[in-house]
Structure formats: C-alpha cells, structure tokens
C-alpha cells in the first residue's frame, strides 16, 4: 500500500529543527505513513533534523537516556549490596577474634552458640548439636554419627614423643569412659534410670513411655555389637551413651537416651 501525500494541514506542521540551514535541500516525503504522524524524525544529509511538531509521549533522545539510565541504576544496587554483604562480613571477624569487647552482636552471639546435651542425673556432658544427629524412637532416642580422629598420645615423661592413635571424636571430645557391662547389668541400669526419670517427670505420655521400651529393646537384639560409655564422671548410676557398631560401617552410631538429656548453650 502506498502511503498518501501529507495534506497542507499537517505539511504546515512540518517545521525545521533550530540550526538548519536556509540552503538545506528538500527531503522525500515518500515512504511516510501521513495517517498516523506520531512522531516522525527525519534527516536531512547534513544531518539538521526535521521533526512533525505534533506532541509525544517521550522524546527518542529521552528514551535513549532511560535506557541507559536503568543499568546504571541496577548496578549501583548491586555495589551497595555487595559492600553491605563485605561490611556485615567484616564486622562478623571482628566479633569472633573480640575487637569489640563487651559490643558484640546478639544476633552474632546467637549463631556462635553451640548447644550441648548434658545427663540429668551426672551432669556430664554427652554430645552436642555440632555433630551430626537425629531424633529416633518416638523421641526417646538421640542418634548421632561419629567419626575417627588421629589425635597424639601423651606420655608421662617429657623428653619422650607419644605416637599417634585413633580415637572417636565423640569420646574424644567429651571423654566418655568405657564401661564393661553384660546384658544382666545393662537391664538392672536400665531399670534404676527409667525410675530416676520418671521421678524426674522427664518421661511422660504412652507414646514416649513405648518409644523408650523400643529403644532397650533395640540396644538388646543388637547388644553383641554395642560398646557402653559413661560420662566424664563415670557415674554408672548415670546416663550411658551406646554405641553401635553396624555391618559394614567404619565408625558406630551413638544413641543416648533423649528424655535423659538436658540442652545447654555454651
């Protein structure tokens, strides 16, 4: 479809830029679509701009500069973003090696807080809650992943260096003692702690009470594969922590009995 000649109306709107020339040469009007003159912008071949005067929205120059004014304006988002994410980093450093003592942080404090899990009747600690666990039995177990560590042995007389040994980092860091203990002794503690606890009011609801029935059993069936270690005070009246040693696995699993234990941020 070929585009309608401008009538004089909207030709008498057509109006040189500021700075042209009065020599300027005429320019083609073909190829323009006269019905719909929104806003035209033509060039003459020294470049003077001929604009219809009709009103517009926007500019084309400013539309240009919106779209170069959006990138700049994300990326300065970003370099505040990021040196708000460098500063909180920094202040976290400051914190942990104590720049500012006695200012620091709740919020820091909180996340630095490591929460640990003593026995209620020894007092001793058992485990924490920076290995790896979960809840099992209804609730009525804590288990907990261990693993070997390589630690030196020490010896009495200075002038001599004690070799390396494995240890469990779990005995290790709490230094849980062993305890030698059958399945006769292992049910006659069973019964003086359950009663302890129930005392104690740290055992109550059926669901509890049968998930806390499954868990002994459960050290019972696997009893030939279990070793027993009491706390730091090797308190044999205590909680005790079991581990089990399963087919095919390098390092056991420790189950503590979890209405037995209480939780302390340290």
């Known amino acids: 479809m070929t585009n309608a000649a401008p009538n004089p109306e909207i030709r008498s709107r057509i109006t040189r830029a500021p700075g042209d020339l009065a020599s300027a040469q005429p320019f083609s009007a073909s190829g323009l679509n006269w019905q719909n003159p929104t806003c035209i912008v033509l060039r003459t071949p020294w470049r003077h701009l001929l604009r219809i005067s009709r009103p517009c929205t926007r500019s084309p120059r400013k539309r ?45 404090d909180t996340m630095s807080k490591m929460m640990i899990y003593k026995d209620v009747v020894s ?51 709490f230094r849980l003692q062993e305890v030698a203990m059958d399945k006769k002794g292992f049910m006659a503690w069973a019964k003086g702690y359950m009663k302890k606890l129930k005392d104690m009011q740290k055992i109550s609801g059926s669901k509890l009470m049968k998930g806390t029935q499954d868990f002994i059993k459960f ?44 939780e302390e941020k340290v």
Do not use: C, N
Not at 85 to 101: E, R, W
Not at 222 to 239: H, I, P, Q
């Open 64 to 108: 240009r500069r919106s779209l170069l004014r959006a990138p700049a304006a994300g990326l300065k988002k970003a370099v505040a973003l990021g040196l708000g994410l460098v500063g909180l980093l920094g202040l976290a450093g400051t914190q942990s090696f104590g720049v500012f003592p006695g200012k620091s942080s709740p919020s820091l």
């Open 123 to 173: 007092g001793d600690e058992m485990t924490s809650d920076s290995f790896k666990s979960s809840v099992e039995f209804d609730g009525a177990a804590l288990e907990v992943k261990s693993k070997w560590l390589t630690v030196e042995e020490a010896t009495d007389d200075e002038s001599l260096t004690g070799g390396a040994k494995k240890v469990l980092d779990i005995v290790d860091h």
């Open 219 to 262: 050290i019972l069936r696997k009893y030939d594969d279990v070793s027993v270690y009491a706390g730091e005070s090797f308190d044999t009246e205590g909680g005790h922590a079991f581990a089990y040693w399963g087919e095919h696995e390098e390092t056991p699993t420790f189950y503590f009995i979890l209405p037995g234990l209480k």
